[in-house]
C-alpha cells in the first residue's frame, strides 16, 4: 500500500554506511547542543536505552532521503509515513524508534509550512 510520487532513479545514491554516519554526527552535534538548553531528538531513553544509529536500517534511510529531497522527491502524504513508521516500530527497536520520532517532526515541517 506504498504510495510513491516519485521515481526511485531520482533519489541521489547514499550508502547506508554513510546515512548512519550522518545520523551518527547529528546526534553526536545534538548532544553538544544539549548544554544550550536545544530540544534532544536522540537522547538515551529513561532506563539508559542508547539510540544507536548505527542500528537504523534502509528503510530509515530510504524515508530520510525522501524527507531531505523534498520537493524535488514529490510528495510525502501522511500514509506513506503512517506505513513507514508502524513497519518501523514494529520490533520494538529503541534507535528506530527515536528516529520515526526525528522525522515526524521533519515531515510536519513539510505538511504544515
Do not use: C
Amino acid at each position: 500500500m506504498e504510495t510513491q510520487s516519485y521515481s526511485q532513479s531520482e533519489v541521489p545514491e547514499l550508502s547506508l554506511e554513510a546515512f548512519q554516519q550522518e545520523i551518527a554526527k547529528m546526534k553526536e552535534e545534538e548532544e553538544k547542543g544539549k548544554k544550550t538548553g536545544k530540544p534532544s531528538h536522540f537522547a538515551n531513553g529513561p532506563e539508559g536505552e542508547e539510540m544507536k544509529a548505527s542500528e537504523l536500517t534502509s528503510a530509515d534511510l530510504a524515508m530520510w532521503q525522501r524527507i531531505k529531497e523534498f520537493p524535488k522527491q514529490g510528495i510525502i502524504t501522511q500514509d506513506d509515513f503512517k506505513t513507514y513508521s508502524e513497519e518501523a516500530m514494529k520490533d520494538g527497536n529503541f534507535s528506530r524508534g527515536r528516529f520515526v520520532g526525528f522525522l515526524a517532526n521533519q515531515v510536519q515541517k513539510i505538511w504544515f509550512e
